[in-house]
């Protein structure tokens, strides 16, 4: 059930951390766990990054064992004075308090330092929209209810069941592949029963997501379908997407709802109300128009999706083709990735089931460390930057307006450090540009944050186009950058 609290005022405390919140003042305590050995301390939750607007609480926490323990948290390489238990508390932040902080962990036989957590500020204290959270968890109760106790109790991943790790394997666990490749938690609408549950089930999607998020999750519903039921291949179908809840759904804290299937993965995290919905992975085949009927519909009364014509996600890759399109042949050809080809998106579900985020770290900082990352957003006029914040809100656009807002203007800010490239199958240049009905034919959009990559691949049912795979990524708040990267 989804966990309500009263709203007491427009500031927000967010705490983070199996530690949660305690008090400050006092430099030593005993660990709950007395046992210890000739070793300096060990941290087991490190402290995570908080962004949170001005006038807000933030605390950074930690959890740690080794007998008897002491703390000192630092900012930018700083001690921060009285700054000495296990969690630290900024209670009404200001933008001077943006930065880096970390605390060290003493005992009698050593130090150990903890990574690094980010406090990030907005000057806007309006970031989140709380009508949109109630809404969210409005549904889920009306969801739960229409399922009843045994499902709900396999679609919600209850905080006070599951250790950190645990859910944090759980959030990690998508993929791109059907269900019969990959299993993913929670139910599925095969495991509905009624159109009560089915539309509750609808309402749920249509809540969480924006119109242009539903339009895209109903298609990419239909195309499976289309593969199941018109070209008759098993293990596709609509019946076959999930929902799950990872943490407890509640206003205040640290959750994740999960949609998704087969070229589907909705990964929205909610922190403090505020919705952070990354990574998200969408792609579709086929990428021609087709027509498909929802099998739903005769069966509950209740359709999962309006039948009809279909050209799934077109619209996104027509605004990143108009990118490129519109450069000029000089700029054009300092986009392409000379020598590289890309049978598939970069970063795609490579943290499935860890619960790490490791592996997609190290393909960010191949990506930096590499010579050519393409041309420069702000080397382009004001007209052509269009097309790139155009191609941006194509993806911002899946989720609420105010999120969507927060996140356009937080990737534009960062213009001046964003790239935009593309490849073909051969590595060699062509003036024709990126062509999405080419096998291999790769775009994308690398900025500080933003991370977003179209590959078109020949279809594995419908062998004789290409079809889609599509991600958008934040590299600082994917998952609210919950994950370990060790």
């Not at 996600?313 to 590289?340: H, P, Q, R, W, Y």
């Amino acid at each position: 059930m989804a966990i309500r609290f009263v709203r007491w005022s427009m500031v927000m405390l967010l705490v983070f951390g199996a530690a949660g919140l305690t008090a400050c003042g006092g430099g030593s305590s005993s660990d709950s766990d007395s046992s210890s050995s000739d070793s300096a301390p060990t941290i087991s939750t490190e402290p995570s990054s908080v962004s949170v607007a001005v006038g807000s609480s933030a605390t950074f926490s930690v959890t740690a064992s080794g007998g008897t323990l002491s703390y000192q948290w630092y900012k930018a390489g700083s001690a921060i004075s009285s700054a000495t238990s296990s969690s630290y508390t900024i209670s009404s932040v200001t933008s001077d308090d943006a930065g880096s902080y970390y605390v060290v962990v003493t005992n009698s036989y050593g130090s150990t330092t903890s990574s690094t957590a980010t406090l990030t500020v907005s000057d806007s204290t309006a970031s989140c929209d709380t009508t949109y959270i109630d809404e969210v968890l409005t549904a889920i109760d009306t969801f739960e209810s229409a399922i009843g106790s045994s499902l709900t109790a396999t679609t919600q991943y209850d905080t006070s069941s599951y250790t950190t790790s645990q859910l944090n394997v759980y959030r990690t666990d998508w993929s791109n592949l059907p269900n019969t490749s990959y299993s993913r938690p929670g139910i599925t609408l095969g495991d509905l029963s009624s159109s009560t549950q089915i539309e509750a089930f609808n309402t749920l999607a249509q809540t969480v997501l924006g119109d242009a998020g539903y339009e895209d999750f109903e298609g990419v519903l239909a195309a499976d379908d289309y593969l199941g039921y018109t070209k008759n291949s098993n293990g596709y179908g609509a019946e076959n997407y999930h929902v799950a809840f990872i943490g407890t759904p509640s206003e205040t804290g640290m959750w994740t709802l999960m949609l998704g299937g087969h070229h589907m993965a909705y990964n929205i995290t909610f922190n403090g109300g505020c919705a952070y919905p990354t990574p998200h992975h969408i792609g579709v085949e086929p990428r021609t128009s087709f027509s498909s009927n929802d099998h739903y519909a005769s069966a509950y009364g209740t359709a999962v999706y309006d039948s009809g014509t279909y050209k799934v996600l077109d619209s996104k890759a027509s605004a990143m083709v108009a990118i490129f399109s519109n450069l000029g042949s000089t700029l054009l050809k300092s986009a392409f990735l000379s020598g590289e080809t890309f049978s598939d998106v970069l970063i795609g579900p490579v943290e499935g089931g860890t619960g790490s985020y490791s592996e997609v770290s190290s393909e960010f900082s191949a990506v930096e460390d590499s010579s050519e990352r393409g041309v420069l957003v702000s080397e382009l006029s004001t007209a052509q930057q269009a097309y790139v914040t155009a191609a941006i809100e194509q993806f911002v656009d899946d989720y609420d307006d105010t999120t969507a807002a927060r996140l356009l203007e937080d990737y534009e800010d960062g213009y001046d450090s964003t790239y935009i490239a593309w490849a073909n199958s051969s590595g060699t240049y062509s003036s024709s540009g990126p062509d999405v009905t080419s096998n291999e034919t790769y775009m994308r959009i690398d900025g500080p944050r933003v991370w977003i990559e179209i590959a078109c691949q020949n279809g594995v049912i419908i062998s004789n186009q290409t079809h889609y795979h599509m991600m958008f990524r934040d590299k600082t708040y994917d998952y609210y950058n919950e994950l370990s990267s060790d």
